[in-house]
């Protein structure tokens, strides 16, 4: 059976409470061998931590997400910094900006509000380019809303110092082009199964086999046919399909690259 790697799943998530253990054990029957869960919060980092600390073949990734950049002490490094020494972490994140959910601008008060959040995500941004880029640990990039220029601003002082993903790639091959410029790879969810996902797939069809990696997010973004329910792990078989697919390569070929980058990218899933 081909081997996948899930290089982006929430198994903290309230969803997976109940059944977590029957989780990661379809995952392992899909083939899915090995799985990164990744926090968003310090708690959920924690999690993520602890999950890792119970099965083998699962990793964490620690970092906070733009959404919840509002919540986070002013300065990250030093809590993040101390869930990072553990052996299963092997990045940072996820992290990034997100202006998908910005309030509308409609006054001059609701503009200053918007600036001031979008200073607030850059600084917890930065802080943990800063934390990886000190550590030698990777970033895993959330990117959603017109946001994109803005990243590669923030992200180009590290270019050089930094390895990054930029997960869950929805851009078209043009910002994809950008990315791959600056040195940095992208992962793919399920939505590339969705019927309207044409630019993501023409992004999927234009990057080098070595250049990404496959993921789910769940709870999130199930494929076809699961569109819709709660998404796990071993949907990942049926993005798997669709990317063998699109990259005209065999499902053996894909399983192949696609592990061997993401233990080339997350180096301390060599280590254990
Ligand atoms: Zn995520």
């Given at each position: 059976?081909?081997?996948?790697?899930?290089?982006?799943?929430?198994?903290?998530?309230?969803?997976?409470?109940?059944?977590?253990?029957?989780?990661?054990?379809?995952?392992?029957?899909?083939?899915?061998a090995?799985?990164?869960?990744?926090g968003t919060?310090?708690?959920?980092?924690?999690?993520?931590?602890?999950?890792a600390?119970?099965?083998d073949?699962?990793?964490?990734?620690?970092?906070?997400?733009?959404?919840?950049?509002?919540?986070?002490?002013?300065?990250?490094?030093?809590?993040?910094?101390?869930?990072a020494?553990?052996?299963?972490?092997?990045?940072?994140?996820?992290?990034?900006?997100?202006?998908?959910?910005?309030p509308?601008v409609?006054?001059?008060?609701?503009?200053?509000?918007?600036?001031?959040?979008?200073?607030?995500?850059?600084r917890?941004?930065?802080?943990?380019?800063?934390?990886?880029a000190?550590?030698?640990?990777?970033?895993?990039?959330?990117?959603r809303?017109?946001?994109?220029n803005?990243?590669?601003?923030?992200?180009?002082?590290?270019?050089?110092?930094?390895?990054?993903?930029?997960?869950?790639?929805?851009?078209?091959?043009?910002?994809l082009?950008?990315?791959?410029?600056?040195?940095?790879?992208?992962?793919?969810?399920?939505?590339?199964?969705?019927?309207?996902a044409?630019?993501?797939?023409?992004?999927?069809?234009?990057?080098?086999?070595?250049?990404?990696m496959l993921?789910?997010?769940?709870?999130?973004l199930?494929?076809?046919?699961?569109?819709?329910?709660?998404?796990?792990?071993?949907?990942?078989?049926?993005?798997a399909?669709m990317?063998?697919?699109?990259?005209?390569?065999?499902i053996?070929?894909?399983s192949?690259?696609?592990?061997?980058?993401?233990?080339?990218?997350?180096?301390?899933?060599?280590?254990?």
């Open positions: 059976m081909p081997i996948f790697y899930d290089t982006h799943a929430h198994l903290d998530d309230a969803d997976f409470a109940s059944d977590l253990p029957q989780v990661i054990e379809r995952a392992g029957a899909a083939g899915i090995t799985l990164i869960s990744v919060d310090h708690e959920t980092s924690a999690a993520a931590v602890r999950i600390g119970q099965y073949n699962i990793f964490a990734v620690v970092g906070w997400h733009p959404n919840d950049a509002h919540k986070a002490p002013e300065d990250v490094r030093l809590e993040l910094q101390d869930l020494l553990n052996p299963k972490v092997v990045a940072i994140g996820e992290m990034g900006l997100d202006y998908y959910r910005l509308k409609t006054s001059d008060a609701i503009g200053a509000e918007v600036e001031q959040i979008k200073q607030i995500q850059a917890v941004f930065r802080q943990q380019l800063e934390l990886a000190e550590l030698g640990l990777n970033c895993v990039v959330h990117q809303g017109d946001c994109f803005d990243i590669l601003e923030l992200m180009r002082p590290f270019a050089d110092k930094i390895r990054a993903v930029f997960h869950c790639f929805s851009e078209g091959p043009d910002a082009a950008r990315v791959l410029e600056m040195g940095f790879f992208v992962s793919f969810t399920g939505i590339i199964t969705f019927r309207t044409d630019i993501m797939r023409a992004s999927l069809a234009a990057v080098p086999m070595n250049r990404f993921e789910t997010d769940c709870p999130y199930a494929p076809e046919p699961h569109r819709g329910k709660r998404c796990e792990p071993a949907y990942l078989a049926e993005t399909r990317a063998a697919k699109v990259k005209n390569c065999s053996e070929d894909l192949a690259t696609t592990c061997a980058t993401a233990q080339e990218f997350f180096k301390k899933l060599n280590a254990s």
